[in-house]
């Protein structure tokens, strides 16, 4: 018997003659390692790869008279394709945001034919090609729309073909609920807190402030790791907004006019307390800094800063047309001339399109192989079907059910967000400026 641990792994018996990698939302350095890894672990197996190009976009506009067109629509994927392909930038298969299940947000709509119809084009298009099974990349409102199209499926018929879907994890945001770090995380902090270093150096030569927003939609990752490896003098995410910063404020429904109370910033306390750092850094004799801001506090302005901004098909502010960055600094400087009678800019800068598709770090890298890896041995080894890919520990493939990561009423996923007074936070607060109070 051979020795196991240099021999290659047994093949496993699969009805399996052809799957399709499809990668949808925003980029993440590492996302090649992903794509190159599962891809080259389906063809060594005898499993034909497809590679749908550009997310969900070609798939929702199938029809018998507008078929999928090989080169523009998909790619068949090979091992000429994909050599020396883990390491390098950017997204082999390209992405989109295209929401074939954004009609759909309760299990009975499902049942709804013109509300399930983007799901059956994609149903449709995957099998005019002869796909077995999907493997879909993405945050979690990619993860969403594999949980809907699973559920689309067991809608069927009793005798129509089946395509098993297994997801992999991606966002920078790292802002996911079971698994510890996703891939391209790494990357972009260490990218991102170079930047901040950069100002950093330009703050102290100029004696003078930079406000720096930094992705993270939904929770305070990436503001931190970019605050904590960049050495910022301070970070405000979502998770700070607790307390005293905290308030309320009635909110009513454009389609039922129903009233609620929103969560909102009490900008009256969050401000001060951002001034509060830079005087007491003037105190020590540092006349400069550099402050992060997460752009997810976007969501939590009040309403007079919100006025004519839409939401995307995901539900999401338009937080590129708030420009918070902006709005915080102008605050910022105002405040500190009320509390000094002294003038003092702010300068205010955004983080983070151009970490997307960083060179991928060796920790990303590897990561990002071993999810690719998973998704080959999830649907062929473990015959599986509706689970996302984890890794832990030594990198551990872990199998994590959708039913775990969604609600079953409202079809959402749960954030994942930075646990209050955790080491990870409090490492933070260790390292930035002290401020009493």
Not at 215 to 230: C, D, K, T
Request: with cysteine; hydrophobic share 40%; glycine share 8%.
């Amino acid at each position: 018997m051979p020795d196991s641990t240099l021999s290659r792994p047994p093949k496993t018996p699969h009805n399996f003659r052809r799957v399709a990698i499809l990668f949808a939302g925003g980029p993440a350095p590492a996302a090649n390692a992903v794509i190159s890894a599962a891809a080259t672990a389906f063809l060594r197996n005898d499993i034909e790869v497809i590679g749908i190009k550009y997310g969900y976009s070609h798939l929702v506009e199938y029809s018998p008279k507008n078929e999928l067109v090989e080169g523009s629509d998909y790619l068949v994927m090979d091992h000429k394709m994909l050599r020396r392909t883990r390491n390098s930038q950017g997204i082999m298969i390209g992405t989109a945001r295209a929401n074939p299940g954004k009609h759909i947000s309760h299990p009975s709509h499902l049942s709804d034919p013109e509300r399930s119809a983007p799901l059956q084009r994609v149903y449709d298009a995957l099998r005019s090609i002869g796909v077995d099974a999907l493997i879909s990349i993405g945050g979690d409102d990619t993860l969403k729309t594999a949980n809907k199209f699973k559920m689309f499926q067991e809608r069927m018929p009793l005798e129509a073909h089946r395509i098993p879907v297994v997801h992999l994890p991606k966002t920078i945001d790292n802002d996911y609920r079971g698994i510890d770090f996703t891939f391209g995380y790494f990357t972009a902090v260490d990218f991102l807190a170079g930047e901040v270093r950069n100002l950093l150096a330009d703050a102290e030569a100029n004696r003078t402030y930079f406000l720096a927003e930094s992705m993270g939609r939904s929770a305070g990752w990436l503001a931190y790791g970019v605050a904590i490896a960049g050495e910022a003098s301070l970070v405000i995410s979502v998770e700070d907004i607790i307390g005293k910063y905290h308030t309320e404020e009635e909110a009513v429904d454009s389609k039922t006019g129903t009233t609620s109370m929103r969560p909102v910033m009490d900008m009256d306390k969050v401000i001060p307390r951002i001034v509060a750092t830079i005087t007491t850094r003037e105190r020590e004799g540092k006349e400069y800094g550099v402050i992060v801001i997460a752009e997810g506090l976007a969501e939590l302005l009040p309403s007079s800063y919100l006025e004519g901004v839409g939401r995307d098909e995901h539900g999401h502010i338009n937080i590129s047309a708030i420009n918070l960055h902006d709005i915080f600094s102008e605050l910022i400087a105002k405040e500190y001339h009320r509390q000094t009678g002294r003038h003092r800019k702010v300068n205010a800068v955004q983080l983070g399109y151009e970490a997307r598709c960083a060179k991928p770090h060796a920790f990303d890298v590897m990561l990002g192989s071993q999810l690719g890896v998973g998704a080959y041995r999830a649907l062929v080894e473990k015959r599986l079907n509706g689970v996302m890919v984890s890794a832990s520990g030594q990198l551990k493939l872990e199998y994590v059910p959708f039913d775990d990561l969604v609600d079953p009423d409202t079809l959402v996923t749960v954030v994942r967000y930075i646990e209050p007074e955790s080491d990870f936070q409090r490492l933070t607060r260790f390292l930035e400026t002290y401020v009493d109070g």
